[in-house]
């Protein structure tokens, strides 16, 4: 089965899914993105991500290139042309092709959309999952407004290939108050010593993480406490638990901070549960 990828109106062949040397986000990285778990053949809280991915065009005046429920079908198409079962799908939007020009392009340009599925192998990550991830620390160097899903992403990928060169999965950027903001690609979370799973609250520091809500309605349910606060590196690395969360990861665990274990050094029971029920919680389309 080859893969196709949906370009600016039409399916393309994955090796041909191409877009203009002047798009904006080849140029700019004037654009923004959405990913969005598969899992069973359907779409998991589509809903939340495109009310998500309205907010982060609203935010840089960027015009929705398809109304919502073509957009909609769209994704679903590339599920289903894909025959795509377990993975992710990956959404952007630009501000289309123009002259290039820092300021925005002529009224009327048709903003780019692109949507590609992939497919993911839920046997390595629940095996991921089962030995828990390594995080590494470095200090926040973006910019003020991450609350939005740009794809403007160079400090997540040089934390990314920190994390690699250091043998962790994920880099947790600090503040400069020291309190870490979120991962490289997902947001932080820690269980305390009393059992109170904490992350930070949104604001322009972080993103607004599907996952997050989803985990934040799953510990309603559970009746667990939640403390959205910040936490500082060193609590991080004292408290009984640490994990991470993304669409396409869910709940990840993490079992090392900097080198040194958090907790016992294995996923701990919390983590577990969250990713166990996350998706009791979450919505199918
Ligand atoms: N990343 N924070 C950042 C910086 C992220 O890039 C992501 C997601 C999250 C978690 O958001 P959500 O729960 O909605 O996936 C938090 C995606 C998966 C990515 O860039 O691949």
Redesign the pocket.
């Known amino acids: 089965m080859s893969r196709v990828v949906y370009v600016n109106g039409r399916w393309r062949p994955h090796r041909d899914a191409t877009v203009h040397v002047e798009d904006r986000g080849y140029q700019f990285a004037d654009g923004v993105y959405e990913?969005c778990e598969v899992r069973g053949g359907r779409l998991v809280d589509e809903r939340r991500h495109t009310e998500r991915l309205l907010r982060s065009l609203a935010a840089l005046r960027i015009p929705l290139p398809l109304p919502i429920p073509a957009l909609s079908v769209v994704l679903h198409e590339a599920v289903r042309r894909n025959r795509l079962t377990d993975g992710i799908l990956y959404l952007q939007v630009t501000r289309g092709v123009a002259r290039r020009d820092h300021g925005f392009p002529p009224a009327g340009t048709r903003p780019s959309l692109v949507v590609s599925a992939r497919r993911i192998d839920p046997v390595q990550t629940e095996r991921t999952a089962q030995a828990g991830i390594a995080v590494i620390t470095l200090p926040e160097t973006r910019w003020a407004r991450?609350d939005i899903k740009s794809i403007s992403l160079l400090p997540?990928v040089l934390a990314k290939q920190a994390a690699r060169e250091q043998g962790a999965r994920e880099a947790w950027f600090v503040d400069r108050d020291g309190y870490v903001t979120?991962?490289?690609?997902?947001?932080a979370w820690i269980v305390t010593g009393a059992g109170a799973v904490v992350t930070r609250p949104l604001g322009p520091d972080?993103?607004p993480?599907?996952?997050?809500e989803v985990v934040k309605d799953a510990l309603r349910a559970e009746t667990l406490t939640l403390d959205e606060r910040p936490f500082t590196v060193a609590e991080a690395l004292g408290a009984k638990e640490a994990f991470v969360?993304?669409?396409?990861q869910i709940v990840m665990p993490v079992v090392r901070i900097d080198g040194q274990p958090i907790g016992t050094g294995i996923p701990g029971p919390v983590a577990a549960a969250l990713r166990r029920i996350f998706h009791h919680h979450a919505e199918f389309s």
């Open positions: 990913v991450v997540n979120e991962g490289a690609s997902s947001n972080i993103l993480g599907i996952t997050r969360t993304a669409a396409s």
